[in-house]
């Protein structure tokens, strides 16, 4: 077991964590910039970290049918966010997924990374590209381009927080 399924918490011990936490850390979303085990004391802040599927399948490529199986727990997780929350999602399966969950077609929701997507119930779906090791080191995805993802979430809920305050 590595990652998730052996630490017990999302993106801990594989290297997509790595810029995942260090970036969360410097926004604001997380108390450290490391997340070593499920008890080391990292703490999120006004963030959830989900997955599209609940264990980490065989070479890490989940199948249509363990989305579609595991989705309803999404949808769960996701009814709990209020509106003017931002679902960042880290990939195009969690895009699909999450729309999927909202019950909302994905024809009018390109996966792009960087897109913005209004939500009808008052929430913004925020893409990038997944921080996994092959889009790192490919440069496909960069620290600063998932920053800037990352940024806009931050600035989409302070400008949120604001007009509810």
């Known amino acids: 077991m590595h ?3 052996r630490t017990g918490r999302p993106f801990t011990g594989d290297h997509a964590g790595v810029l ?4 969360l850390h410097k926004f604001g ?10 008890d080391d004391g990292l703490r999120l802040n006004d963030c959830r970290i989900t997955n599209a599927v609940k264990c ?4 890490n490529k989940p199948q249509p049918a363990e989305i579609r199986q595991c989705n309803t727990y999404l949808q ?7 509106p ?3 679902i960042l999602a880290l990939g195009r399966i ?3 997924a999450s729309l999927r969950a909202l019950s909302l077609k ?7 990374h960087g897109a913005e997507h209004c939500l009808p119930h008052g929430c913004v779906l925020l893409d990038s590209y997944h921080c996994s090791r092959y889009n790192t080191q490919t440069r496909r995805l960069t620290t600063t381009m998932f920053e800037r993802v990352v940024g806009r979430a931050c600035e989409l809920l302070s400008a949120s927080q604001a007009t509810t305050a």
């Not at 995942?20 to 970036?23: F, G, I, P």
């Not at 980490?56 to 070479?59: D, E, I």
């Open 3 to 5: 990652g998730a399924n």
């Open 76 to 82: 769960g997780e996701l009814a709990t966010i209020r």
């Open 29 to 38: 979303f997380a108390s450290r910039a490391e997340s070593l085990s499920a």
């Open 20 to 23: 995942l936490y260090a970036t």
């Open 94 to 96: 969690a895009h699909d």
């Open 56 to 59: 980490v399948p065989p070479a």
């Open 106 to 112: 994905p024809a009018p929701h390109a996966f792009r």
């Open 84 to 86: 003017g929350g931002v």
